[in-house]
Every structure is written in structure tokens, then in C-alpha cells.
């Protein structure tokens, strides 16, 4: 369709094509560890299923959700619907909303690597908090701790990707970042597989091992560089260029750094960001920022990740087998960003994200089908029609993995200009941590009202959220961080909403 065809190379501003330098060691290396904060965000979201659905936590905290478990016979969808126990989940969320507006003036002001240490440290205090806690008010401040260390770190990382990344391989590196949740995801499983076996306290150590990432992330961030970007905004012009300089191996870096210096002598002269992006010039970039987290939060993956051992209990799987079949839905996403990585700067970002939909779509409605046909309220799946749920669930997964898992954060980074561009991360990061919120909290509920339904009402999400890309969204493989704008002037819808 026409709807989001875009030739790169008509990009208005040709500077691009006298960037030089190629790949260097030390690029790599500081993307690597920065990445690392991304753990935070994946072994939170893979840990806090597998606890909540662990009866020694539940007797400890719960223990009316623990009553409702044993009578699962009753009612297989509304087994763990219980608001408090939802708010052990979403309260992170509501606290990481608020830490990532809060983060914007401090990686504007103080650079990248202050929001991530701070992000870290504020990490292993709630790791300690709920490792530690023995009453359900320490429990969720321990969350609200960790919730402001995910707002922080989740705000500064992929800005710190895009900006260290040459333009032509900016989509995969910038991908480390979901491939350090995805891990985290998947090393959270594999945790709770372990630990729910050790009684009564295994529960604790699923929660006090969150300190491990956390740890990663303060001593690298102690150890990064700053970002070019970030040392000529905030006036060191001649350090940044010798970083620049470093950063692309070679001393040619004149087209690269002219444009940084003009990015950041507009950005200097804008003192309120945030009230800056409702300009009228930043309309897509705004829409963008709303829209592509609060898509990516609405393709259901987020609570098939929180609640996958609960979900599969819901199922019918054994204890034992739940926690199984949700490591393997873990393994399979931190497989399938690889995918995203080898072929995002070549196809590009539009072709991931549709073929990606189109996947999606497919495996809810077929899950939904077999749910509401094989699946009533005293009866269990059979081996066989299990076994058909986990595999879609595992190719839902998969699709999601190269497409609005890594782009859902990739887009946006690399989108905003300098002068918005802190305040533009802080709003993708808040629309995300507000929807996660909304259907962490709401998802058992849903679940338990909706029952096999909950499929079809994230699959026409799924739908809604394709047409957008094909209509709204141009491509930005191969367009430097600081020349996007002359892309939305090239674009058939949004060049009639900018003024020329």
C-alpha cells in the first residue's frame, strides 16, 4: 500500500552520505553493557508470574487466593482473579511510570549514564526489600523500588543505543537492549523452575536474584561512556568529538559532528521540552511515542509473560508442567530476537512488523477456537490439544519476538530529534509502564470474564495495530538519528500535517 512507502535516499539533508567510520570493538562492548539494564525489565516481568503462582508465597501473602486455588474445580479461568494479588504485579508498573517522567530532566541535565546508574541502584534496593519481606506493605515497596529503577533504565538504555550506533547498524544494536529482557525472561523461568521446588523460602531467592542484573547495571553504567550526543548537548563539544572520533575509528567525523552540534543548538535553546512535542512540527513523532508502546502492550504478550505459569495452570497443566511449558515460551522469545537483530537493518522495520501481525493474529484466533470448543468450566485440555496451545503460544511468541518486541522500543529511540528527544523517550516509556500497568491489573479479571475470548480481544488489537503500521508508519532503516525529520515531510499522510 502507499500508505507508508519511502524511498531513503531522497532524505532531504545528504550530509548522511559523508558519514564515516565503521564498527568498532569499543561500540560494541558499550551497547553490550548498557544493554544490560534490559535484564532488569525481562527478569522482573518472568520472575513475578512464577512466584505469584507458587503456594508457599500465596500462603504467606495471598493466602485467599491460595483458598481459591485448591477449589480450581469450581471455576478453571477465575481460579486466580484477585485484585490485591494484581497489584503485587502492576504496582512496579505505576511506580516506573512515574520514575520515567521523572528521568527525563536527568538524562537532558546530567547525561545517559546518570539515569542508568540511579536506575540500578534504586534496582537492588527492591530486590533486597522483597527478598527480605515479611508483611505485604515491604513487599510492595520493594516493587515500587524496583518499578523506579525499570522507569530510569528503560528511559536512558535505548537512547544510549541509538546514539552510539552507526546510522546502518543502529536497528540491531539497538536491539540488545530486547535481547537483554528477553534473556532476563528466560534466566527468570529457569529460576523459577529451580527455586519452587525449595520449600518454603524458594520464593525469596526467585526475588533476591533480580540484585544480579541490577549489579550489572550500576558497575557498567559506573564504567560507560558517555553518549557524543549527550557531551555536545550539554557543551562539551571538543570531548564529544574525540569520543565520536573513537567511537567510528577514524578521525573523519566532520558530517557526523556538524550535525550533532546543530541538533544540540536547537535542543539548547528549547527549555520545556515536553511542552515542545505538542507542537504541531512533532506531531508524528508524538503520535508515534504514544502509539507504538501502547501497541506493543496491547499484542497480549506482556500477559502471557506475567502470568504464563499461572495461565497454564488455568489450562490445565500441572504445577511442574506450567512452569515447563512457560521456561520454553521464555526460550523462544530470546531466540526469536536474534531473528529481529540479523535482519531488521536489511528488510527493514515496517516488513518485521507486519509479517509479525499477520502471526499473531493467526495463533490468538486459533487458540481461542480450540479454548472455546475443547475447554469448558469443569473440564481440562487433553494431552493433545495441550500440547496445540503451547506450540501456538510458542509461535505467538516467536512472531512477537522479531517484530513489536524489540520495534515497539527501537522506533522510537531513533525518531525524536535532540530537542525532544529525552522528553519523547519519557513519554514512550510512560505509555508503556501505564498499559502494562492497566492489563497487569486487569488481566485476571479478563481472563476470568472473557475466559477463551481473551485471545480474540488482543488479536483485534493486533489488527488495529498492523493497519497503523502499513498506513502511518514510514520506514527508518538507513535514515541518520539526526535527519529524521525531513522523513515525515516525505511521508504521503504526514507531510499534509507538517508546514513545509
Given amino acids: ?68 486455588k485448591m477449589h480450581a474445580h469450581e471455576n478453571n479461568y477465575c481460579k486466580y482473579d484477585n485484585q490485591v494479588l494484581a497489584a503485587f504485579t502492576s504496582s512496579l508498573y505505576i511506580a516506573g511510570l512515574i520514575a520515567s517522567l521523572l528521568a527525563s530532566p536527568v538524562t537532558r541535565n546530567y547525561g545517559r549514564r546518570a539515569s542508568i546508574i540511579g536506575g540500578g541502584i534504586s534496582f537492588l534496593i527492591g530486590s533486597a526489600l522483597n527478598a527480605s519481606a515479611v508483611n505485604l506493605a515491604m513487599l ?30 543502529r536497528g540491531g544494536l539497538n536491539m540488545m537492549f530486547q535481547v537483554a529482557t528477553t534473556f532476563g525472561i528466560f534466566t527468570a523461568n529457569m529460576i523459577n523452575f529451580g527455586t519452587q521446588k525449595i520449600k518454603p523460602w524458594g520464593w525469596r531467592l526467585s526475588l533476591g536474584l533480580a540484585a544480579v542484573p541490577a549489579l550489572l547495571m550500576t558497575v557498567g553504567g559506573i564504567f560507560l561512556p558517555e553518549t557524543p550526543n549527550s557531551l555536545i548537548e550539554r557543551g562539551s563539544k571538543e570531548k564529544g568529538r574525540k569520543l565520536l572520533e573513537k567511537i567510528r575509528g577514524t578521525s573523519e567525523v566532520d558530517a557526523e559532528y556538524q550535525d550533532m552540534v546543530e541538533a544540540s543548538e536547537l535542543a539548547n535553546s528549547i ?14 513523532e508524538l503520535v508515534m511515542a504514544i502509539f507504538m508502546p501502547t501497541f506493543q502492550i496491547l499484542t497480549g504478550i506482556n500477559s502471557i509473560l506475567f502470568y504464563a505459569p499461572v495461565l497454564f495452570q488455568s489450562l490445565g497443566f500441572a504445577g511442574d508442567a506450567s512452569l ?37 493474529i493467526t495463533c490468538q484466533v486459533i487458540v481461542a477456537i480450540i479454548l472455546g470448543i475443547k475447554f469448558g ?17 510458542c509461535l505467538f511468541v516467536l512472531a512477537f519476538g522479531w517484530s513489536w518486541g524489540p520495534l515497539g522500543w527501537t522506533v522510537p529511540s531513533e525518531i525524536f530529534p535532540l530537542e525532544i528527544r529525552s522528553a519523547g523517550q519519557s513519554i514512550t516509556v510512560a505509555v508503556n509502564l501505564l498499559f502494562t500497568f492497566i492489563i497487569a491489573q486487569a488481566f485476571l479479571a479478563l481472563l476470568c470474564s472473557f475466559k477463551f475470548g481473551i485471545f480474540l480481544f488482543f488479536s483485534g488489537w493486533i489488527i488495529i495495530m498492523t493497519i497503523f503500521v502499513i498506513l502511518f ?9 539526526e535527519e529524521m525529520a525531513s522523513m515525515w515531510r516525505r511521508h504521503w499522510f504526514w507531510k499534509r500535517i507538517l508546514l513545509p
Fill in 1 to 68: 500500500m502507499a500508505g507508508g512507502s519511502f524511498n531513503t535516499s531522497a532524505v532531504a539533508n545528504e550530509r548522511a552520505e559523508q558519514y564515516k567510520g565503521r564498527v568498532t570493538a569499543y561500540v560494541i562492548i558499550a551497547c553490550i553493557v548498557a544493554a544490560t539494564g534490559g535484564s532488569l525489565f525481562g527478569y522482573d516481568v518472568g520472575i513475578s508470574g512464577g512466584v505469584t503462582s507458587m503456594d508457599d508465597f500465596l500462603q504467606d501473602f495471598f493466602p485467599a487466593v491460595y483458598k481459591q
Fill in 140 to 169: 510492595i515497596l520493594g516493587r515500587v523500588m524496583l518499578g523506579i529503577g525499570i522507569g530510569f533504565g528503560n528511559q536512558a538504555i535505548p537512547l544510549y543505543l541509538s546514539e552510539m550506533a552507526p546510522t546502518h547498524l
Fill in 271 to 284: 527549555k520545556h521540552p515536553f511542552r515542545n512535542i505538542l507542537k504541531k512540527r512533532y506531531r508524528p
Fill in 324 to 360: 515447563y511449558s512457560s521456561a520454553l515460551t521464555g526460550g523462544v522469545l530470546a531466540f526469536s530476537t536474534f531473528i529481529s537483530i540479523a535482519t531488521v537493518d536489511r528488510l527493514g522495520r515496517r516488513v518485521l512488523l507486519i509479517s509479525g501481525g499477520i502471526q499473531m
Fill in 377 to 393: 468450566p469443569n473440564e481440562e485440555l487433553s494431552k493433545g490439544y495441550s500440547a496445540v496451545v503451547v506450540a501456538l503460544i
Fill in 473 to 481: 508508519l514510514p520506514e527508518t532503516k538507513g535514515i541518520p538519528i
